[in-house]
């Protein structure tokens, strides 16, 4: 995978309240959890919520959809485990 994209959503999972939020996401698993349940858990304004789930989201490291008026965040799977394969492709190769 491209650095770059490894390096955005490393980024984006840099700052303490976007990875509390990304934690809380991957406790809900694929069914994923509403916006609301995230919102009252971490108790974090609706503002400021919003603003770190566009950057999840621009990172490619979760997905939402709409479900009559709840909002539902999942986090993408495959991209979490692509930045994971990526930090240990090389582990212990060392360099002889």
């Known amino acids: 995978m ?6 955005k959503a490393l980024k984006e999972l840099g700052h303490p309240t976007r ?12 069914q994923g959890v509403s916006v609301g349940i995230v919102q009252e858990e971490l108790n974090v304004p609706g503002s400021t919520l919003s603003h770190h789930i566009s950057a999840l989201a621009s990172a490619g490291l979760i997905k939402q959809r709409r ?17 994971i394969v990526f930090l240990q492709d090389e ?5 002889q």
């Open 91 to 95: 582990c212990c190769i060392g360099e």
């Open 19 to 30: 990875l509390a939020v990304f934690k809380r996401l991957v406790k809900a698993g694929e």
């Open 67 to 83: 479900e009559g008026r709840a909002l539902y965040c999942v986090v993408e799977y495959e991209k979490l485990l692509s930045v």
């Open 2 to 7: 491209d650095i770059e994209v490894i390096a």
